[in-house]
């Protein structure tokens, strides 16, 4: 509250805007949300005074001041009273005629010190997570070393000429051209991880040798040349590499600083006055090195950023068939702690084309801290139960079944004649036809993970039709249908896909045209049927399975899956092919 005062004398209004807030606030035992519809509203309806609100760019004085303000008032939540503040500057900037730009600047700090005040909103909750192991780091210093040692390599140093003056002879010319890398190594690296930052990259022992040409002018008229060896050795490199998330929701990197220290140089010179050199070689050494270290970070910083179009190519929309894709967009920043790299991943299914949220949303889930795999990704019911949202809204959970797909060697047929056994009014209304079945779901699926345990349960109506010699279709009767429905869950390639048993049915008259029937004396048929039409069409299309999140030409290796609680953890290991 000191800081409020101490601002009086700037901006009268906004203090007092803010000090209601604060004083408010800070005496209730009750904090309530301010709600800024109308504060929405006041803004947008202020037609005749937009341009005039959109060149009140902050500046750095005033932002500053404005975070100064609100640093004692970040743990409250604005009220309604501070609401009735913006809704009083809205009335001064209607009643008063000659309304002044001061005064439209007034209500727009105003507006910006109350939204300070509402609390930091975090990030939805993940369906998918993925962990990135210290081992999965191991794999990726190997690939970003031989990156980075390929980057150096191109090292081109300028020519260098000068004069220095060698006792006894006096002023000599001397230049260094040609100078070409021979030999690169980086023996010793380590990649470890900077909790709340990214990863750090130490290079050590590495060793460069470069050749090229001398020449050399003295005592006015002596001109001589050879060639030279230029050896670094114990050169060490030092960066620190941020991991983000971009624009599209993909993750990104950055080297947010670099050192490089060239350990040891030595020059030796072939060839002529190569004795004339020694005589300042320290001098040239270091003139050599320090052309040799200005280059080293700009390249390792052009190496780093090489990863970024690698990472562009996570899939964050993939598409899964006609009806359905998948985003695996970050819902926020990686969380990077002493042991891995956690993303949290949108993981739903959308209806291609259509972005429609499901009526439920992702539970919190975390992943163990398992780390014998280079890669763990959970995936939770949210994202399976997404899927079944998406197609049954699609109207892609249904079938029509006929005769055809019961197997011939079957005494149970689609036609009135075997029905009618069960139900003899059908084979009295519609004798010798063929029947057809439609069996649609009247709600999405609910899958349930438990601990080795996959369950689905479906809700669904079967409609029985009798069909006519013209093809027209003659309703017999509605029956609900519900099922439980165990599945196996697996990995195949890239894909997470599924295989369904069906457990058990129980079925219940919906509506009857032929008169009242027992349903019970249907159930083994039904069962049958479910079984052997029904089920391997959903499997087959199971089986095509459903992209994970991958980036660029990625494998799967040595890949084990889990049913916990809640979520499907996948533990596996990868390697990249070019």
Not at 321 to 347: F, H, Q, R, T
Request: charge should be positive; charged fraction near 15%.
């Amino acid at each position: 509250m000191e800081e409020i005062s101490g601002h009086k004398r700037i901006y009268p209004e906004i203090c007092e805007c803010t000090e209601v807030a604060a004083r408010h606030n800070y005496d209730r035992e009750e904090k309530t949300q301010l709600s800024l519809d109308e504060v929405a509203r006041t803004v947008t309806e202020e037609r005749p005074y937009r341009s005039q609100v959109h060149t009140l760019t902050a500046t750095s004085h005033r932002v500053r001041l404005i975070k100064r303000l609100h640093r004692p008032l970040l743990v409250a939540v604005a009220s309604q009273r501070a609401a009735s503040c913006i809704l009083r500057g809205r009335h001064r900037l209607y009643t008063t005629s000659q309304q002044s730009e001061a005064k439209v600047e007034m209500f727009v700090w105003c507006l910006l010190s109350l939204l300070a005040l509402l609390p930091v909103t975090t990030g939805i909750n993940p369906g998918v997570e993925v962990k990135l192991t210290q081992k999965g780091l191991e794999y990726g210093r190997q690939m970003g070393i031989a990156s980075i040692q390929k980057k150096l390599s191109s090292i081109k140093l300028p020519d260098i000429s000068g004069t220095e003056h060698v006792d006894p002879i006096g002023k000599v010319q001397y230049s260094f051209t040609g100078m070409q890398i021979v030999n690169l190594g980086l023996p010793t690296s380590a990649l470890g991880l900077v909790p709340g930052t990214g990863v750090s990259l130490s290079i050590d022992n590495a060793f460069i040798n470069l050749h090229g040409n001398w020449r050399v002018k003295y005592l006015r008229i002596i001109k001589d040349s050879g060639s030279f060896d230029l050896a670094v050795s114990a050169l060490t490199i030092r960066t620190t590499i941020a991991v983000m998330s971009d624009e599209t929701g993909r993750p990104s990197v950055s080297m947010t600083s670099c050192t490089a220290d060239v350990g040891s140089v030595k020059v030796k010179f072939h060839g002529g006055a190569s004795w004339l050199y020694n005589l300042f070689s320290s001098y040239i050494n270091k003139a050599l090195g320090s052309a040799l270290q200005k280059q080293i970070c700009p390249l390792v910083a052009e190496s780093i950023a090489d990863v970024n179009p690698h990472l562009k190519t996570l899939n964050v929309e993939a598409k899964v068939d006609k009806y359905a894709e998948i985003e695996y967009s970050m819902v926020g920043s990686p969380v990077i702690s002493n042991a891995s790299i956690d993303i949290g991943l949108k993981g739903e299914f959308y209806n291609t084309g259509q972005h429609k949220e499901p009526p439920f949303s992702p539970a919190p889930f975390s992943l163990p801290s398992q780390n014998t795999n280079m890669l763990y990704f959970g995936v939770s019911a949210f994202t399976i139960n997404s899927a079944g949202f998406v197609y049954h809204s699609a109207g892609a959970l249904s079938l029509n079944i006929t005769d055809d797909m019961i197997p011939s060697s079957s005494p149970i047929r689609l036609n009135t004649k075997t029905f009618g056994t069960f139900i003899p009014q059908i084979a009295k209304m519609y004798p010798g036809l063929m029947m057809k079945l439609l069996v649609k779901t009247v709600k999405q699926p609910i899958v349930t993970f438990q601990p080795n345990n996959v369950t689905v349960q479906t809700s669904g109506l079967v409609t029985a039709y009798a069909i006519q010699p013209n093809s027209t279709l003659s309703p017999l009767f509605d029956l609900n249908l519900d099922g439980s429905i165990s599945a196996r869950v697996y990995v195949t390639e890239l894909k997470l896909a599924g295989y369904l048993t069906l457990n058990k049915i129980d079925m219940s008259l919906a509506k009857s045209y032929v008169g009242p029937f027992q349903v019970t004396s249907l159930e083994n048929i039904f069962t049958m049927v479910l079984k052997v039409a029904v089920m391997p069409k959903v499997n087959a299309c199971l089986k095509e399975g459903y992209p994970l999140p991958t980036i660029g030409k990625m494998h799967l290796v040595e890949t084990q899956l889990q049913v916990l609680k809640d979520y499907l953890l996948v533990g596996t290991d990868v390697q990249f092919t070019e």
